[in-house]
Structures are given as C-alpha cells and as structure tokens.
C-alpha cells in the first residue's frame, strides 16, 4: 500500500467514525429532547446539537483531498437539527469551492433568519456551476454525492419554498441540462426518490414539472424521474 493510498483510507475511517458520533449524538438527543420540560433549556441544547452538526458537515466538505470523502455527509442527522441549521448546511455545501464567497462556520453563525438563509443560498453558485467545479478539481466523485446531500437536506426542510427551489434545480440539473444528464441522470433520480419520500405532498409538483418540460426529456431521463417517483410508492 503506497503512502497516497493509506492516506486515502485513513481519511475515510476518520469522516466515517465522526459521521458515526454524530448521528449517534443526534440520535440521543431525538430520544432525550421530549422529556426537557422548560423550552429555554430545550434551546439551548438544540443550539449545541445544531453547531455539533455544522461543524461535523464543515469539517468534511472543506477538505478537497482526497476525493470522494463528501460520501460521508449523505445520512447526516438533518431531522434532529432546526430549520437554521439545515439552510446554514446547505449554504456551506453549495459554496464550497466558490471562487467569489469565503463561508465558514463563524460567518454561518451570524447569519440570522431562515430568509435571509435561503436567499443567500438562491444568490450563490447554481448547482450545475458547482457540479462543473467539482468535475474540473477532480473531484467528479464528490459531485454525484453533492446531488444526494441537496436532496437529503431538502427532504427535512420544513420550507416549502426551499423544498420548490430545490425540486426545480435538482431537475433542471438531472434531468434537462444535457450537458450534465448523462452523468447525474441516477443520481438525480435517487435524490428525487428520498425527497418524495420524505414529503410525499410535493408529488403533484414534480409531475407537473416533469409534464411541463416533457419535451425537453430524452426516454431515459423521463424514465429515471419515474424511477425516483415509484420508490415512493409504498406511500400512497
């Protein structure tokens, strides 16, 4: 085993023990949080889970080397986290690499209101400028893994509007832009699968979507959205 290798698997043992203590706190704390009586109490804590939780995903998504390692933020406790929390996740992911915003746990922090959150997020890099980084820095695995982490965060939103935005770029990405289908058409489908899943009221939404840009679908695409819509059948 060469010295690049080894640095490789030391990596992922690390990302794959923290990623394990902090689902297992996460968990203990869903158990633990209806028994605290006093809501300033339950807050407080709730901060400390939720900065334990940004820290972990920060930790992970900042590190470019070596590939592959953003496997680890896919099943990160997004239900055990406020809504604060899963918008100031997202922001970090959406902007790692971003030549134009430097963002980082301090500055998520002081950034206050669900609002302003998503906003940021809607004025940063789009996912597919994104995904075209992660392919040009090597790092095409990751990419696909991004597509999941999205879906997974968008799949405990408790915002509507966030949950749309993420429905329409996820297919625009997947689904429509052909530069980029052919390779994130499976992922895409995936992501769409846990989303629906998750928030079984968007199915409406998504088949007007994908009725409206019909057209636009090679068979394959439309094939893999309806892939993403069946694995939720168990739902209805």
């Known amino acids: 085993m060469n010295l690049t290798t080894y640095f490789y698997y030391a990596c992922r043992n690390i990302d794959l023990y923290f990623r394990r203590c902090v689902s ?7 158990l ?10 339950r807050q407080l804590l709730q901060n400390e889970i939720d900065r334990i939780v940004l820290q972990a995903v920060h930790y992970i998504a900042s590190r470019k080397k070596p590939a592959g390692l953003w496997q680890f933020l896919i099943h990160m406790p997004c239900s055990s986290v406020s809504e604060l929390c899963r918008l100031r996740c997202c922001l970090l992911v959406r902007n790692i690499g971003s030549t134009t915003t430097n963002i980082n746990v301090d500055t998520l922090l002081e ?29 095409a695995e990751d990419a696909t ?17 966030h949950l749309q935005a993420t429905i329409q770029e996820l297919l625009q990405v997947c689904f429509l832009d052909e530069a980029m289908r052919e390779d994130y058409y499976k992922a895409g489908s995936e ?46």
């Open 24 to 30: 297992t706190l996460a968990s203990y704390w869903d």
């Open 145 to 161: 893994y991004l597509i999941a982490v999205v879906g997974e965060i968008a799949a405990s939103s408790s915002r509507p509007s």
């Open 111 to 139: 950034m206050r209101g669900e609002e302003a959150l998503e906003s940021a997020i809607s004025k940063g890099q789009s996912l597919s400028e994104q995904l075209a980084h992660l392919q040009h820095s090597e790092q």
């Open 191 to 236: 992501a769409m699968g846990v989303l629906l899943r998750a928030q079984p009221q968007v199915l409406s939404a998504v088949l007007k979507l994908i009725d409206r840009n019909v057209d636009h679908l090679d068979e394959y695409a439309v094939v893999s959205g309806i892939r993403g819509i069946k694995s939720s059948r168990k739902l209805y």
């Open 32 to 41: 633990s949080k209806p028994d605290i009586i006093h809501h300033r109490d």
